[in-house]
């Protein structure tokens, strides 16, 4: 049983305005598991690389995947100390002055080392969990996955050793004496990540329907129920 | 005069499905102006750190800004090597098989040294700027800047020296034989970061409006212009 937080260190403590800030396990995971795309943070030569990518979530264990080419993966499956960062992008928050204008998201920064996933069952059973999660029910109506295509493919996962979880909601903060001085709107333009009409790709069989997870798709609709 | 591309170098060169890669400076600085959010990456100690930040560009110049106490900008505005990532997600691309799933996507990679805006005119300028790119005509509406506040705050530009571009488009691709075996629904789900109805703070004065630009708000329309 993992303790309800994570432990807080000079690497994931939360800094700037820490009072958004958490360590706690179920805030980290329910913004884990509202992304489509992480930044995976990497040290080649000494030389810091960001490349995003999807992710999946199974308890404290952050996956992701990709060609056994990618240079990314070849970096983080040896151990090498890595940054995972997913953030949510909420609203634009608009001031009286400028120095208040800010933005509401959630995000996490998670930190641990990653290494492959080179049992074939557990590869494979990782790899169902990310389509189910991004399409629930896809799994089972696909053409099954070829020992050439596991080859081809590396699944990496990481052990979130620390994370912390930062968020900002709600309007903006003006001076006090601002209020009544600047004839300006304020407010929030909330943002929010939409599903548009899927559209097929013209060569589906006869018989074929949409499935209902692709309707005004949204992922938090979906998001990892572990 | 710069060239029409960044040189190419082992750090930026585009390794996996290369024909996805492009070292044109337009079509860079395109996505770059498309996103709100820059995933920062940097070193601290051995340790990399991806740090979300908005950013804006001014020619081969990228911003981003903060508390003078934040410790990104602490580590970045040093000097070191930072990767600068920002990422549009456009789609999720459905297939017959698992692994010709797909995401459809812009992302930029850019590799820099970032330092300190200490002039406090080009700040001030750089600050404007940034207001002016995510709501245009409001920075002359706002209450002017205090002294205190520029003390308060970093602004880091970084010249980029080296970038790539990689973006997916369209269908899925899949094996031959399986678009007449396999009966699932493949084609593109498309995505799209959109504004929702804005909320004012509740304490507007008399008179004020809701400005145009807020409205179904759009950052990919408010692009840079430069």
């Known amino acids: ?34 992304g489509l795309i992480a930044h995976v943070g990497y040290i080649i030569d000494g030389q810091p690389y960001v490349t995003p990518t999807c992710h999946w979530r199974e308890g404290d264990r952050l996956f992701w995947h990709g060609s056994a080419a990618s240079r990314m993966l070849r970096a983080v499956k040896q151990g090498v ?26 995000s996490v920064m998670a930190f641990g080392q990653a290494h492959a996933v080179e049992d074939g069952k557990a590869k494979r059973a990782a790899l169902e969990a990310f389509v189910e999660r991004v399409a629930p029910g896809r799994w089972a109506t696909l053409r099954p996955v070829t020992a050439k295509e596991m080859k081809a493919t590396t699944v990496v996962a990481m052990t979130i050793d620390e994370a912390s979880a930062k968020v900002r909601v709600g309007p903006p903060k003006d001076d006090a004496e601002d209020y009544d001085a600047v004839a300006v709107w304020a407010g929030v333009v909330p943002l929010r990540t939409v599903g548009g009409p899927p559209v097929d790709d013209g060569r589906l069989l006869p018989g074929v329907a949409l499935p209902a997870w692709a309707i005004d798709y949204d992922i938090e609709v979906y998001r990892h129920r572990s």
Chains 1, 2 share one sequence.
């Not at 432990?7 to 994931?12: L, M, Q």
């Not at 100390?81 to 959630?106: E, K, Q």
Request: net charge positive; hydrophobic share 35%.
């Open 1 to 34: 049983m993992s303790a309800p937080s994570f432990p807080r260190s000079e690497r994931n403590k939360v800094r700037r305005l820490h009072e958004r800030g958490s360590y706690d396990r179920d805030a980290v995971y329910r913004i884990l598991d509202a």
């Open 81 to 106: 100390p890595a940054c995972v960062t997913v953030t949510l992008l909420d609203g634009l928050v608009m001031a009286r002055s400028g120095f208040h204008h800010s933005i509401n998201y959630r």
